[in-house]
């Protein structure tokens, strides 16, 4: 069983930038790919991004493509999620996940291990 941990939420103004990190444990970080999703107020869970197991390979929402970079580090267990030219519109509970296997997807299912979200608001 994998635990995450997300860190580095906060508020930030519109056309700012945000770096939100997540710690992995329990299982060889390497093996596995990662994710990020988020939740804005009265809406589902959306993906954001995705990472395969070697880092090799990224994966965007259209919503984010440009602006948004995940990133990360097999020696330090951790994952990273860039986010720059926010907008009001991303202010959501971001969520960074554990893939049951080595590639990244859309797909909540593909994920089995979640954190406790982190809060990002952009104000206008």
């Known amino acids: 069983q994998v635990q995450v941990v997300e860190s580095g939420g906060g508020l930030v103004q519109s056309g700012g930038s945000l770096r939100v990190s997540c710690a992995a444990s329990?299982?060889?970080?390497?093996?596995?790919?990662m994710g990020w999703f988020r939740q804005a107020p009265g809406k589902e869970r959306e993906f954001v991004a995705g990472?395969?197991?070697?880092?090799?390979?990224?994966y965007y929402a259209d919503f984010v493509k440009g602006r948004f970079t995940i990133s990360r580090d097999n020696a330090k267990n951790t994952v990273d999620l860039q986010m720059n030219s926010l907008k009001p519109e991303d202010t959501a509970v971001y969520y960074c996940?554990?893939?049951?296997?080595?590639?990244?997807?859309?797909?909540?299912?593909?994920?089995?291990?979640w954190g406790q979200g982190t809060q990002v608001t952009v104000s206008s």
């Open positions: 990472i395969n197991w070697t880092g090799s390979s990224t």
């Open positions: 996940a554990a893939a049951r296997g080595k590639y990244s997807d859309r797909y909540e299912s593909s994920y089995g291990s």
């Open positions: 329990g299982r060889t970080f390497s093996t596995y790919a």
